[in-house]
Every structure is written in structure tokens, then in C-alpha cells.
């Protein structure tokens, strides 16, 4: 039987987190991958930096995609991907999480009948109006394997009659990697950069679509921070910046809110650590914070990270000034400052090696494992010749 050979794509940040632990293993196990890089983010700060901090290797393919509406950086980066896939084709394409890149991944792949595997399948926030929700639901209903973070993001695959045996509840690939990261990111305490004292500030990021593109929606959150009976340390996202400033609302912020631009991982994660409360709309971010004992408030109307709800560790709050300030006054009073939840189920540090012995298993078991490439494509590409169809029939 002749080795497995993957494609893996990543687009956006979160992507890059999440591979990271798996691109290691796979290598360890001498699995050939090739790593495939949208571009749909492409600043040192939302991509390149995570490439040097994780020890991710450079990318084998570069598409340069970028920025654009929904249907135009999809469209981009499905005709990208498709010409990449006919120039050299693999056994199975991994896609991760919910961005664009990811259905783009999975589309481009099906539509050339190569298998597709799914981490961070079934995730759902049961809000057909968010893009990632969408992403979600479709990917997971064109992936051939499905690696589920959590018992009931497994649940939510079942349901939607996606077959038991193509499902595995593997756990949290975004967990793996902070956990083999803790110590470095605890001593860093980059919150003195910002002169701030370690669970005497509030960490606040927000950058869905339904929050910063409605100025309405904006501009409570902008005042609900600005009234936080602690500082509010602000890393602002590109499409958030923009919006502030179309706006105006930079000026609200007051002095009580410290504005800084996108983050390193080690320096996000540290600010986490550290942070007495986390404010986010962020889905990795709630993920961090209920690792890293750093309360959860969560600016929108559902989660898809429902686990991190169950564990006590997150709650969801209204995009209302008031909700803000009465939930962070309410976390403050009643977390102590330093707490600890309970991980969820298999957020562990055995998540890439989970991930990599079922890709095993499903290799040996599938039809292509057990013929060379060119059968394997013959199988399913060769359409017969005439004097064939003459024999046949
Ligand atoms: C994307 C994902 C979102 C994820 C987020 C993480 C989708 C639908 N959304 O949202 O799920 O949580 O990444 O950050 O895929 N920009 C830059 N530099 C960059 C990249 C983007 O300045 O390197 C700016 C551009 O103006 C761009 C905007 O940010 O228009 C939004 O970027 P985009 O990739 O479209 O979506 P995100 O909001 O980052």
C-alpha cells in the first residue's frame, strides 16, 4: 500500500492555530502533506507572525486571494484551489474551522470527486444569518471524514444525518495548541506592556459582522466598554478599525479603553491569561479564555461553542451597553480572580494524534489506498471509450 498524501488548506488566522499541532504530527509520522495558503489573510499580523511564533512551515502554495465580498473571496479562492487540486492531485483534502477558505477548500475538492476531511465538524450556532454558520453546514455535508471538537458538536453531525461511522469525536485541535504552549504564554505577562496589573483589566475584541458593520450595534459596545469599572484593553481587528473610524466612534472609547492593534499569538494569549474578564465575539477567543480561567463574556445573540457555556466558563450577553456593564460588574463580583473550569472532554494535548490515526485508518480502508495513483484516478475519472461501451453493452 503506497503512503497517503494530503492537502491542507488554511486562509485565516484561526486556521493557522489550529494546523499547527497537526502539520507536527504528520511529519512526525512521515505522512506527506502539502500545506496550501489562501491568502484571505495576508498581513504579518493576521498571518505571517503565526507562522514564525507556531513553527508552522512556509507554505507549499501561495494563492494570494486576499480581501473582497463573500461571494468574491470564495469565488477566488475556489478557482484557485480546483486549478491547484487538477495540477497535483492528493488522496484527501483537510479543511479546518468555518471561513471562507474552508468551503472554498471543500467545494473545489468534491466538485473533483477527491475526499474531503472536516476539523471542528459540527460546531453549531443554529444561526443561518452568521457567514461561518453557513460555512459550517455545508462543509460538513460535502466532508467525507468528520472530526468533531466536542460530544455535542458530535451530536449536532448525527442529527443532521451525517453517517456515525464517517464522525469522530476527536477534541479540540485550538486546545492542543495552547496547551503545548501554557508555560511560555503564562510568564509572558504582556499586560505590563500596557501597564496594566495581571486580573485588573478587562481583554475585549470584537469583530463579527453583525457587531461592527451596524453602527447602532457598534456603538453600544463601544459605550458598554467605555463605562467597564475596570480598564478595557481593545486589539483591535482590521475590519473593526475601519468601522470606528467610518464612524467616528474612536473618540467614545474614553480613556478607560486602551486601542491596540491585531496581536501576536503569544501576546493574545498571555493578555488572556491575564485578563480578569475576556469580552469577545470571537469563537476561538471563548474557547482560550475558559482554558486559560479567564471569565467569558460573549457579545452576541448564540455560540456554537455551547461547551464552554456548560462548563460555567462563558454566558452570553446582549449587544447592549447596559447588559455590558451589569454582566462584567456581575463576573467581577462573583469569579475570584484567579479560576480554573474544568476542560472539556478531550481538549488535550493527544488531539493531532487522534486526528492523524483515523486519517490512518480511513486510508487503509478506503479503495484508493490499496492501488497506485494512477488506478486510483482511472477509477474515478475515465469515462469509458466508445469501443468500450460497444464491449460493455
Ligand atoms: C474571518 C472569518 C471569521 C474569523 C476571522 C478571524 C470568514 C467568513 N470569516 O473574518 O470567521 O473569525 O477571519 O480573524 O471567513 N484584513 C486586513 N488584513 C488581513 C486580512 C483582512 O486588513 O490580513 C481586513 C480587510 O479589510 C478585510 C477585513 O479585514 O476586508 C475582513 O477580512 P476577512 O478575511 O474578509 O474576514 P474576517 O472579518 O477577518
Request: proline content about 6%; some cysteine; aromatic content about 6%.
Amino acid at each position: 500500500m503506497r503512503p497517503i498524501r494530503l492537502d491542507c488548506i488554511v486562509g485565516a488566522r484561526p486556521n493557522l492555530i489550529k494546523v499547527a499541532p497537526l502539520l507536527a504530527e504528520l511529519s512526525r509520522e512521515e505522512i506527506a502533506c502539502r500545506l496550501i495558503h489562501t491568502g484571505q489573510h495576508y498581513d504579518h499580523q493576521m498571518s505571517g507572525g503565526f507562522f514564525t511564533d507556531l513553527g508552522i512551515p512556509a507554505p507549499d502554495v501561495e494563492l494570494g486571494v486576499g480581501s473582497g465580498t463573500h461571494g468574491q473571496q470564495t469565488g477566488k479562492a475556489l478557482i484557485a484551489l480546483e486549478e491547484c487540486f487538477q495540477a497535483s492531485r492528493s488522496d484527501l483534502v483537510v479543511v479546518v474551522g468555518d471561513v471562507n477558505s474552508t468551503l472554498a477548500g471543500a467545494l473545489a475538492a468534491v466538485k473533483l470527486k477527491i475526499p474531503v476531511a472536516h476539523i471542528e465538524a459540527g460546531y453549531r450556532s443554529f444561526d443561518r444569518r452568521m457567514p461561518e454558520e453557513v460555512n459550517r453546514v455545508l462543509v460538513d455535508h460535502m466532508a467525507d471524514v468528520h472530526f468533531a471538537p466536542t460530544a455535542d458538536a458530535m451530536s449536532n453531525l448525527i442529527a443532521e444525518g451525517i453517517p456515525p461511522q464517517k464522525t469522530h469525536f476527536v477534541g479540540n485541535l485550538m486546545a492542543e495548541t495552547l496547551l503545548r504552549h501554557e508555560k511560555k504564554i503564562r510568564v509572558k505577562a504582556a499586560y505590563g506592556r500596557f501597564e496594566l496589573k495581571e486580573k485588573g483589566y478587562a481583554l475585549a475584541t470584537v469583530h463579527r459582522p453583525e457587531n461592527v458593520d451596524d453602527p447602532e450595534r457598534l456603538q453600544e459596545i463601544v459605550e458598554g466598554f467605555s463605562r467597564l469599572t475596570i480598564p478595557v484593553l481593545f486589539p483591535v481587528h482590521p475590519r473593526t478599525n475601519a468601522a470606528l473610524d467610518r464612524w467616528g466612534f474612536t473618540r467614545d472609547l474614553g480613556a478607560n479603553v486602551i486601542r491596540t492593534g491585531p496581536l501576536s499569538y503569544f501576546d493574545m494569549l498571555s493578555l488572556v491569561a491575564g485578563a480578569r474578564l475576556t469580552l469577545t465575539d470571537s469563537g476561538g477567543l471563548q474557547e482560550e479564555a475558559c482554558l486559560l480561567g479567564s471569565p467569558c463574556l460573549t457579545l452576541r445573540d448564540n455560540t456554537e461553542r455551547t461547551v464552554t457555556i456548560l462548563a460555567g466558563a462563558n454566558r452570553l450577553v446582549p449587544c447592549e451597553r447596559g447588559a455590558i456593564i451589569e454582566a462584567a460588574a456581575r463576573a467581577i463580583d462573583y469569579f475570584p480572580p484567579h479560576h480554573d473550569w474544568a476542560a472539556p472532554d478531550k481538549w488535550d494535548c493527544q488531539v493531532s494524534q487522534r486526528i492523524v490515526g483515523h486519517l490512518r485508518d480511513w486510508w487503509t480502508r478506503s479503495d484508493s489506498g490499496n492501488s497506485d495513483v494512477s488506478a486510483s484516478n482511472k477509477k474515478v475519472y475515465k469515462q469509458p471509450t466508445i469501443e468500450e461501451e460497444v464491449v460493455v453493452s
